[in-house]
């Protein structure tokens, strides 16, 4: 298995199949496609609403503007930074973001989402990604021979800081000097990637070849990824990921693209460290360059899920 064709984990298969294809993800690119996954009606609905929302105009989107505190709500172009380890690569990409507290209060939203049956498509698309990504917890605790609710405790639904929804509109551009989102890892556990309209763009960086590879666009899959946490989890055996959104091709140039992320954080109070499992008991975390840069250089203090985060976030937004 290698970085030009990401393993595919079908929920129609058996679990030991599934479990065989997660180990492949783990072992290898840190990304992998999700098929029949029961979610594609769903986000057709959400990718609608997700692209009227982009057409608003934007002083009533700014109305709603990225909070410095929670980090949620509008993120115009220009107010985001990806790749930290170029301060002056700015993404071209505009991008509405909520958090599981946020369903809880609808005033946390423009005016456009309380329109009909607005919210409660949000609400219910939020709970299923939410779902999904504990029946994957599942199967990744049986794939490392732990407990079964091993990491789905580490994910309760009522305890901060929650799973985050980004929708995000990659409008048409020629330029040549930038990038639609920068390279970076993710900060929490899993990441559930929709794409839409068959509109490539994203890259997965392998590490080891220092090598970019282009990730097919596939409607009927989700493109799932793991992130920093699960790095830290299995003493660097699964890697984050390196990933961006390049530029798009001439052909290209003067069409938006649009995707959903869905990302899925332990609880805040999670301690980082090791799982229990045989399959790492005697691995050693040597960190590569990135690892350097992401995970704290004190590797006796032991961070929890919360304070990585924080860090992480505190290094992306600019205001």
């Given at each position: ?205 392998d590490r080891s070849t220092n090598q970019w590879h282009p990730v ?25 990921t390196i990933h961006r959104v390049n530029l798009p091709t001439v ?36 960190k590569d360059q990135h690892a350097t840069h992401v995970f704290p ?23």
């Open positions: 298995m290698s970085f030009s064709s990401l393993p595919i984990v079908d929920l129609k298969s058996t679990s030991d199949e599934i479990r065989q294809s997660l180990l492949n993800a783990c072992f290898t690119t840190g990304f992998f496609y999700l098929s029949n996954h029961g979610l594609h009606p769903l986000q057709d609905q959400v990718f609608d609403l997700a692209k009227e929302f982009f057409h608003r105009p934007l002083d009533e989107k700014l109305r709603h503007a990225l909070s410095p505190t929670s980090y949620h709500g509008y993120l115009r172009i220009g107010r985001e930074n990806l790749d930290s380890t170029n301060s002056k690569l700015i993404d071209e990409k505009e991008a509405f973001k909520f958090g599981q507290s946020d369903l809880n209060n609808i005033d946390q939203f423009p005016d456009f989402f309380h329109h009909g049956e607005n919210f409660q498509l949000i609400q219910t698309f939020f709970r299923s990604c939410y779902d999904l990504c504990l029946r994957l917890f599942e199967h990744l605790a049986e794939t490392f021979e732990i407990n079964r609710d091993y990491f789905t405790s580490k994910h309760q639904w009522d305890k901060p800081p929650g799973a985050t929804m980004k929708f995000l509109h990659y409008p048409p551009t020629n330029k040549t000097d930038s990038i639609r989102a920068g390279a970076h890892s993710d900060y929490g556990s899993l990441t559930l990637l929709f794409q839409h309209d068959n509109q490539s763009g994203l890259e997965v960086f097919e666009a596939r409607d009927d899959m989700i493109v799932v990824n793991f992130g920093d946490v699960f790095e830290y989890w299995s003493k660097g055996m699964i890697k984050s052909d290209q140039q003067h069409h938006s693209r649009y995707s959903i992320a869905f990302f899925c954080d332990p609880n805040g109070d999670t301690l980082l460290t090791p799982i229990p499992s045989k399959l790492i008991q005697d691995r050693i975390y040597v250089d004190d590797d006796q203090r032991i961070l929890t899920a919360g304070e990585h985060l924080q860090m992480r976030l505190n290094k992306t937004h600019t205001y």
